[in-house]
Nanobody, 123 residues
Framework: QVQVNESGGGLVQAGASLRLSCAASTRTFVNYVMGWFRQAPGKGKSFVASITWRGGSTKYAESTEGRFNISRDNALHTVDLQMNNLKPDDTAIYYC????????????????WGRGTQVTVSD
């Protein structure tokens, strides 16, 4: 069992930056692919970014590439999402997930999810 907890959300103006952090309570953190997803009002959950076990490979949604950066610290069992040049369309609840592989994570097969953190971007 892996517990995942997000922090760092808030209300900002368009163009601002926010940094989300996710802490995972597992001694085998390095074995998991970590990812961020988001759910905008009235929409389903969508992929934002992911990072492989040792941080060697990252993947981003087209809408966030170039503005968001995902990183992980395997010693601290954390994964961060640096969000720059935020837009109102980025408004959503952001969820951190731990998965076995990127493929299973994208299919939500066996993911461990946090409760989410709200990000609101005003015009």
């Amino acid at each position: 069992q892996v517990q995942v907890n997000e922090s760092g959300g808030g209300l900002v103006q368009a163009g601002a930056s926010l940094r989300l952090s996710c802490a995972a309570s597992t001694r085998t953190f390095v074995n998991y692919v970590m990812g961020w997803f988001r759910q905008a009002p009235g929409k389903g959950k969508s992929f934002v970014a992911s990072i492989t076990w040792r941080g060697g490979s990252t993947k981003y949604a087209e809408s966030t590439e170039g503005r968001f950066n995902i990183s992980r610290d395997n010693a601290l069992h954390t994964v961060d999402l640096q969000m720059n040049n935020l837009k109102p369309d980025d408004t959503a609840i952001y969820y951190c997930a731990a998965g076995v592989t990127l493929q299973t994570m994208l299919m939500d097969r066996g993911n461990y999810w946090g409760r989410g953190t709200q990000v609101t971007v005003s015009d």
